[in-house]
């Protein structure tokens, strides 16, 4: 059951108690609420619709109305493959952090890109869609068996049983090959939604704030108007640094296509995606993000010009 459940794993926090929330909200941009706290406080709610109205006033397709878990503290918030937005008064990595408003609206916009971009792959590249699907349904099931052994493990034993043999049954189809490919949707899902927080924010440098700001290091990483070459250790997150700089350089500031033409901009940004990653997974010999970082950028960036 490991390989599927990463979720769980990221986002550490309480969970007794959880609710359906009684808070007004739009059901275009959320379908449910999950309020894990007790404070009855619709202020995180009301504070993120407007980043998800805003975002997909400039998404070219809509992806769907997501569900809201509201947690007291989380060690960082996250969007499931199966369209579960995980948010927290608080976060902990190191320690503790309230952050400040502006904070979390990069952090919810880079979350909800993420949604958008499974949206976008599972309908327009057929090379990946099924992965996507085996991940999202991994993701739900790897959820509910979790409610239901809190819920009461004795009465639903038979119900959590069922969904584990479910789960096993996709374990059973991860190979190889569906372990490459997910690691190499990581860095374009993580760029993309990097791109989007930017766009929201008009600001190419919030995401690397907002990191440093819940305790991540202060070494550039993930900032489009860094010129820094510092050695950094090579993950997902910033593997496509070239790319983000390359983005700000020839479609960023004040005049440039990704602020003030963001539609336009994120349908070539997810054509140029679609068409990198086609390549890229029908290259059996690029199997690590760290070994092929420089070729990863390349490909991405020859089919942006």
């Given at each position: 059951m490991k390989f599927l459940i990463t979720i769980s794993l990221l986002l550490i926090s309480y969970t007794s108690n959880a609710k359906t929330s009684y808070c007004s909200y739009n059901p275009r941009v959320v379908k449910k609420i999950i309020d894990h706290t007790d404070s009855g406080d619709c202020f995180l709610l009301n504070s993120i619709i407007p980043v998800m109205e805003?975002?997909?006033?400039?998404l070219p397709e809509h992806p769907g109305a997501v569900t809201v878990q509201i947690h007291p503290w989380l060690r960082v918030p996250g969007m499931g493959l199966d369209g579960y937005l995980y948010i927290g008064h608080k976060y902990r990595?190191?320690?503790?952090?309230?952050p400040a408003m502006e904070t979390r609206e990069t952090l919810w916009a880079h979350e909800y890109a993420h949604h958008y971009f499974n949206f976008?792959?599972?309908?327009?590249?057929?090379?990946?869609?099924?992965?996507?699907?085996?991940?999202?349904r991994g993701a739900t099931l790897s959820r509910e068996i979790d409610e239901l052994l809190e819920k009461d493990e004795e009465k639903f034993s038979d119900l959590i049983d069922e969904k584990e043999r479910e789960f096993d049954l996709l374990e059973g189809k991860i190979n190889d090959e569906t372990i490459r490919v997910k690691s190499l949707l990581g860095p374009f899902s993580e760029l993309?939604?990097?791109?989007?927080?930017?766009?929201?924010?008009?600001?190419?440098?919030?995401?690397?704030?907002?990191?440093?700001?819940?305790?991540?290091?202060?070494?550039?990483?993930?900032?489009?108007?860094?010129?820094?070459?510092?050695?950094?250790?090579?993950?997902?997150h910033n593997v496509l640094d070239p790319t983000r700089r390359y983005i700000w350089e020839n479609f960023g500031g004040d005049n440039g296509m990704m602020l003030e033409n963001k539609k336009e901009f994120i349908s070539k940004l997810m054509i140029a995606i679609k068409k990198a990653l086609a390549e890229i997974i029908e290259n059996k010999e690029i199997n690590s993000i760290h070994e092929h970082s420089k070729e990863l950028n390349n490909i991405l960036v020859s089919h942006l010009k």
């Open positions: 805003e975002i997909n006033d400039f990595i190191q320690r503790f952090v309230i976008y792959m599972q309908k327009n590249l057929e090379s990946v869609s099924q992965y996507i699907a085996l991940f999202s993309l939604a990097d791109v989007v927080a930017v766009m929201f924010t008009h600001d190419p440098s919030s995401v690397a704030r907002a990191r440093v700001e819940l305790g991540g290091k202060d070494d550039h990483s993930r900032d489009f108007a860094s010129h820094n070459e510092k050695d950094i250790r090579i993950s997902a």
